[in-house]
């Protein structure tokens, strides 16, 4: 089962995987609900900061060879991308 985000130029496709991940960081960091954090993630700038965490990992777990050999390695690296307000 795949979940669709809307508010990028077309709907995007997320799968289940990314989801889950995604929301374990939002979760982890303390993502609030709003807008903003898309520019810091380089994804498509008119989407929550929750879909922006999703569609982060959805295009980092797309990318082959994959770039994270582990979750660790992922968080490690959407941790470097946060702004200073959610350094924890």
Not at 51 to 67: H, S, T
């Amino acid at each position: 089962m795949n979940h669709v985000l809307y508010g990028c130029a077309r709907p995007v496709k997320v799968s289940d995987r990314a989801f889950g991940i995604a929301n374990w960081l939002i979760h982890h960091y303390e993502i609030q609900p709003g807008y903003g954090l898309a520019s810091y993630l380089g994804v498509c700038p008119n989407i929550s900061n929750h879909n922006a965490v999703r569609l982060w990992v959805e295009l980092q777990l797309q990318v082959r060879p994959p770039m994270f050999e582990t979750l660790g390695d992922l968080r490690q690296a959407f941790a470097a991308r946060l702004p200073v307000s959610y350094a924890a």
